[in-house]
């Protein structure tokens, strides 16, 4: 067979494949919501939403660690599907404003409160618990925006499922917020944000081995 002939047949064998379907971040969005709701949802119903979730509501720092990870969760989706697109020109200093006003409500804490429940509320009670369930709540989810994500073709596949992994963790954070009582700034931002950049490592773990072309 000839290098002529053996080119043509790889074109026309190339050409019969079906055409994949597109990336649509619309579906992508979807498919990740979805299956991070699921079990989620199942958490909630098996462990209970705080029982004092309304009257607590109310407290500066009960909604800074519901509304802070939801608000880097947003973020770090929008930059992930704008890494997802090749050439598509983003900026990842947005991420930091999340933290700096987590960071704003430590030093509030160590400025106003009291010294001798530091540690207690640093440590709280609840820290493996915590990181346990978040990084086992965005498995799912994380895998499933990465299925869809595939057939983006990012070009930097690690950078990618990174940020897919903040938006992941900082989503599901959120969510086990609402059964979490341990409302000190000290901690949830030490073990919530440990949290999430476990997912994150996750994310671009697994991005670079199956965003990869």
Same mark, same amino acid.
């Given at each position: 067979?000839?290098?002529?002939? =053996?080119?043509?047949?790889?074109?026309? #064998?190339?050409?019969?494949?079906?055409?994949? $379907?597109?990336? /649509?971040? &619309? +579906?992508?969005?979807?498919?990740?919501?979805?299956?991070? #709701?699921?079990?989620?949802?199942?958490?909630? #119903?098996?462990?209970?939403?705080?029982?004092?979730?309304? @009257?607590?509501?109310?407290?500066?720092? %009960?909604? +800074?660690?519901? &509304?802070?990870?939801?608000?880097?969760?947003?973020?770090?989706?929008?930059? +992930?599907?704008? /890494?997802?697109?090749?050439?598509?020109?983003?900026?990842?200093? *947005?991420? !930091?404003?999340?933290?700096?006003?987590?960071?704003?409500? &430590?030093?509030?804490?160590?400025?106003?409160?009291?010294? +001798?429940?530091?540690?207690?509320?640093? &440590?709280? /009670?609840?820290?493996?618990?915590?990181?346990?369930?978040?990084?086992?709540? =965005?498995?799912? *989810?994380? $895998?499933?925006?990465? %299925?869809?994500?595939?057939?983006?073709?990012?070009?930097?596949?690690?950078?990618?499922?990174?940020?897919?992994?903040?938006? %992941?963790? @900082?989503? %599901?954070?959120?969510?086990?917020?609402?059964?979490?009582?341990?409302? =000190?700034?000290?901690?949830?931002?030490?073990?919530? /944000?440990?949290?999430?950049?476990?997912?994150? !490592?996750?994310?671009?773990?697994?991005?670079?081995?199956?965003?990869?072309?």
């Amino acid at each position: 067979m000839t290098p002529k002939r =053996s080119t043509e047949d790889l074109i026309r #064998a190339l050409a019969g494949q079906p055409v994949p $379907a597109p990336w /649509s971040p &619309v +579906a992508t969005l979807g498919a990740t919501l979805g299956a991070g #709701a699921l079990p989620l949802a199942l958490f909630l #119903a098996l462990t209970g939403v705080r029982a004092d979730l309304a @009257g607590a509501m109310t407290q500066l720092a %009960v909604q +800074a660690k519901t &509304v802070l990870p939801l608000g880097l969760g947003g973020l770090a989706g929008a930059l +992930a599907f704008a /890494s997802a697109r090749p050439g598509q020109r983003f900026a990842l200093w *947005p991420l !930091a404003l999340p933290l700096a006003l987590g960071m704003a409500l &430590v030093l509030l804490r160590l400025g106003i409160g009291p010294e +001798a429940t530091v540690l207690a509320e640093w &440590v709280g /009670s609840t820290a493996l618990v915590c990181l346990l369930s978040i990084t086992a709540l =965005s498995a799912l *989810p994380l $895998a499933t925006g990465l %299925v869809f994500l595939r057939r983006a073709a990012p070009t930097r596949p690690a950078l990618t499922g990174a940020l897919l992994g903040l938006a %992941v963790g @900082g989503g %599901v954070t959120a969510g086990y917020a609402l059964h979490c009582t341990e409302d =000190s700034p000290l901690f949830f931002m030490t073990w919530y /944000s440990l949290a999430i950049c476990l997912v994150t !490592a996750m994310g671009a773990m697994w991005g670079g081995r199956f965003l990869r072309w």
